[in-house]
């Protein structure tokens, strides 16, 4: 069963007659009746950024005044803006946070091929879609639409990107209060990897330093932020993990490179694994995850599937271990750091959830003068 159930309304005109209104209604009514014991989020877009083209015909503002559509006002959520590109990006955001994944679209016939595109470029495979055709039949005539829509050409598809693009470019920068997650293991001192102080590489994953006063960090939006620490030698280091990264076995250069330029010991250096996507969320195709389930079966969940879902922070607590780091060194959970970055907006930025329109975490630290 759907857990939202999105209907559109927008862009169309109703013929005058009020048997049509009458019939959408029920149609309506019909919608809430069927998906309300499962779904948790109803809502219909009403959005049009279309005018009236014959005094014969109506908008849907209309029939908004009507006291048959007051009353459904209170059964389902409405969201009315000047384009779709707006419309989806705030159904998408009261989704994300209900944390809901399965979505049903019902939408006229002729608007399958324009909502799937929309929801293409907005969602991510997170989220699962049906479609289902709304029909609403009048004596004579149907539901009209405004205009004929056909996506056949890769220069509309072009356009309805660009509107996308256009609009995530005018939101205001995402803002929140900054949470700082620290680890009890670190004392409160303090592929590539570069060595602070030497020549910068063209490209690298992990940055280490023993040098006072210098903050180094790492990036991550799903992807995992590592931050390494030896209390003993007075060295650090971080790493950016994302699942190519981890199976390149970044964190362990990291911690190779610590030993190679400051005499760390294995059993002294500390390492903590920022939040990130997990398990229930992150999926890749089954050539790439095979490589994980080599590495230990139990980084792979539905193996047998197209698409099975990874858990790289266990890959790289495995990889860690079988380096040589001490398991009571690792610290992956506790402190919001196991929590999946994408199931919680409310506390993280995740790009597998929010597509093109995401911030970052960062992993930072630094030894003190």
Known sequence: MAEAVLIDLSGLQLNSQKKCHETLLKTLDSIHYHHVPEAKFLCIICCSNTTKEKDEECGLSELEAGNGFSCLMGK??????????????TIKQKIDEKNLSRIKMIAPEHRKLLMKAYLDQLFTKVYEFEFEDLQVACRDSLLKPSTEINLTTTHELEDIQSEIETY???????????????????????????????KEPESYDGIITNQR??????L???????VFADPVKKACGVAHSGWKGTLLGVAMATVNAMIAEYGCDLEDIIVVLGPSVGSCCFTLPKES????????????????SPSPYVDIRKATRIL?????????????????????????PEKFFS???????????????????
């Open 220 to 226: 991550g939006a799903d992807c995992i932020p590592i």
């Open 351 to 369: 790009h597998v959830r929010d597509g093109l329109n995401f911030g970052t975490q960062i992993g930072f630290i630094s030894l003190r003068e």
């Open 289 to 304: 995850a095979i490589s994980f389930h080599n590495l230990h079966p139990s980084c792979v969940r539905q193996f047998d």
């Open 320 to 344: 860690l271990e079988q380096g040589g780091i001490l398991p009571q060194n690792i610290q992956d959970q506790k402190e919001d750091l196991d929590l999946c970055t994408s199931c919680h």
């Open 213 to 218: 006063g210098v903050t180094i960090t790492a």
């Open 76 to 89: 389902f959520e409405t969201v009315s803006n000047p384009s779709l590109a707006a419309s989806f990006y």
């Open 168 to 198: 995530l470019r005018s939101l205001p920068a995402l803002k929140g209060d900054l949470t700082i997650v620290t680890s009890p293991l670190i004392p409160d001192h303090a592929n590539e990897v570069w060595v602070m102080g030497k």
